[in-house]
């Protein structure tokens, strides 16, 4: 069984059905990521903004995002100090960009994960036709 996709990514595919939507599923507002938590490190606040240079046009980030976010900045920095130590072994050099790239996959920021999700408008329309057609707790389409 695959796992869940969020409705607000398959909307960016251009997979979205909304007979197969969960209306019950929180609704979160995409806004900018914002600025870094004043306890990061120097190099953990310069991946904040460069990754949020990214993410932020994407328009699929809100604010319930910002921990994962802050993780995957933090798996980022981790990786690089990781990779300039010396006394780190190849499998701990290895585990952290492992751990880095999964983060990254969830706000689209790798090759394959990137081909999968397209930037959303910036202002959010109802196709009337659509809103007309779906008559709540049918079968839909």
Do not use: C, Y
């Not at 120097?42 to 240079?53: N, R, V």
């Not at 900045?73 to 690089?80: D, K, R």
């Not at 952290?96 to 790798?110: D, M, N, P, V, Y």
């Amino acid at each position: 069984m695959s796992p869940k996709v969020a409705d607000s990514v398959k909307k960016l595919r251009g997979t979205f059905q909304k007979s197969r939507s969960n209306p019950l599923a929180p609704k979160v507002e995409a806004t900018d990521i914002g600025p870094p938590p004043d306890d990061l490190a120097a190099d953990e606040a310069a991946i904040w903004f460069e990754l949020a240079e990214v993410v932020n046009p994407l328009r699929i980030a809100g604010k319930p995002d910002r921990p994962i976010f802050a993780l995957t900045v933090g798996a980022l920095a981790l990786a690089a100090r990781t990779k300039k130590d010396r006394r780190a072994s190849a499998n701990q050099k290895i585990r952290t960009s492992q751990a880095a790239a999964a983060l990254l996959r969830e706000f689209g920021l790798s090759p394959t994960s990137r081909a999968r999700v397209s930037s959303a408008p910036h202002a959010v329309t109802v196709d009337a036709l659509d809103e007309f057609l779906f008559v709540p707790g049918s079968s839909g389409n």
